[in-house]
């Protein structure tokens, strides 16, 4: 009988590495088609991988997705080459797919990760994928035939019985699961569990899985990109925003005024582009929303700096003396004269102790003035002369 008049279906196997995947892919098939046991050897070009053979008159081609159910576990393949390769690979094998088979392990509890692994397999295939094309395959058979050969208790029982996060995946795969031994011999049983899963898979009443079905899930994956990439994102504006506090306290201290309006706007428009950068990596994903509050929060600090200093006249910013200018200190107690400049006009004050610190700059603004310099002048010949005729009297008196 020719390919084109044989039932064909096409199988791709998914889960968690170890769960038995290739075996499975072998025990179909009935030939050592995939490698067992390349649990930690994971190869980047080969991570999909495929082949075929006629079961039973029918024509079946498996695609073994190793590492789709991986993410993050021991044998760690990271998202990208995940995606790419699943993405390059799968259609690269098939134009359509039968029944997507989630293999799990019989005896091992559904714990948290298998849990993940789901979740992974969903967001890289989309959400119905399961509910759809999923058939449950449980390897170690064999396990279970040891633990039940007493109570004689058949499979469809057991997994009647399954409650909580397991029963809720079989339910959600319409109660299409089937048990696997991988290590049987007796030729009848391995034919007999083949065709108990092929009609499981002819029990799905959807159209095949297709790539258009692939395209759909797009957003999962990049849901998926976004959150591989979330800690650099993550420790990337903390980095800044610690930067931006440095710079803020150090601009604060040097009072430099008009140096830092010009240093404000470069970190503003750095956080501008910084927030742009997030924005544009989450790409509607709805993942960075946290990272850009704080981003937006930096940008306050920076609003408010700005109009803080912006209320510094310019006259102010060149009056302010740069921090490294010697200040000379006025003796304790020593009065002075003020030189204050109105609008229109020029005064001086006497000040006092108490204001020590501005007196020298009154001093010197006294000095640079020319009114001011000349009553100086003759305030000090005045006493002078006075000195002079009280020095003369004293001594003509005598
Ligand atoms: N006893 C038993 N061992 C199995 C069965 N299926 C797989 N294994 C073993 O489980 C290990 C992992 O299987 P493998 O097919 O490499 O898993 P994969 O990483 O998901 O492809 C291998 O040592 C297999 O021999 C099974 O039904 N019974
Ligand atoms: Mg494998």
New binding site residues.
């Given amino acids: 009988m020719s390919d084109a008049t044989l039932e064909q279906y096409t199988l791709l196997l998914v889960?968690?590495?170890?769960?038995?995947?290739?075996?499975?892919g072998n025990a179909i098939l009935d030939k050592p088609a995939?490698k067992?046991?390349?649990?930690n050897i994971v190869s980047n070009d080969d991570v999909i991988e495929f082949s075929s053979a006629q079961v039973d008159g029918r024509s079946i081609q498996v695609i073994?997705g190793?590492g789709t159910g991986d993410i993050g576990s021991d044998a760690k393949l990271d998202t990208v080459s995940l995606i790419d390769c699943i993405t390059k690979g799968l259609w690269g094998f098939a134009n359509n797919v039968n029944a997507i088979i989630l293999?799990l392990k019989y005896g091992v509890r559904f714990t948290k990760q298998e849990k993940d692994a789901v979740e992974l397999i969903k967001s890289l295939f989309g959400q119905d994928v399961l509910k759809k094309w999923g058939v449950i395959v449980m390897?170690?058979?064999?396990?279970f035939e040891m633990d039940n050969e007493d109570s004689k208790a058949t499979f469809e029982d057991w997994f009647k019985e399954q409650t909580g996060d397991i029963q809720t995946l079989i339910t959600e795969c319409d109660n299409r699961c089937v048990l696997?031994?991988?290590?049987e011999k007796d030729e009848d049983k391995k034919l007999h569990q083949c065709q108990r899963l092929i009609n499981k898979v002819k029990a799905i009443q959807n159209l095949p899985y297709t790539k258009e079905d692939f395209q759909k899930a797009e957003k999962g994956r990049k849901k998926l990109l976004v959150q591989a990439n979330f800690p650099k994102m993550e420790s990337e504006t903390k980095e800044m925003i610690v930067q931006l506090h440095a710079k803020l306290a150090e601009m604060e201290k040097n009072g430099k005024q008009r140096e830092n309006s010009e240093k404000l706007n470069v970190l503003y428009s750095q956080l501008i582009n910084f927030k742009t950068y997030l924005e544009n990596e989450d790409d509607g994903a709805g993942l960075v929303g946290r990272l850009v509050q704080q981003v937006e929060v930096a940008l306050l600090s920076v609003k408010t700096k700005m109009t803080q200093w912006a209320l510094v006249t310019p006259e102010d910013k060149q009056d302010t003396p740069p921090e490294e200018e010697p200040m000379i200190q006025p003796p304790i107690e020593e009065a002075g004269v003020r030189y204050n400049k109105g609008k229109d006009m020029a005064c001086i004050e006497l000040f006092t102790a108490e204001e020590e610190d501005k007196g020298p700059k009154c001093l010197d603004r006294l000095l640079s003035h020319k009114r001011a310099r000349a009553i100086f002048i003759i305030a000090g010949i005045i006493v002078i002369i006075s000195i002079i005729i009280s020095v003369v009297c004293t001594v003509v008196l005598s």
């Fill in positions: 889960g968690r590495t170890g769960n038995g995947k290739s075996s499975t995939f067992p046991c390349n649990a073994d190793t293999v390897t170690h058979g064999d396990n696997f031994n991988n290590r």
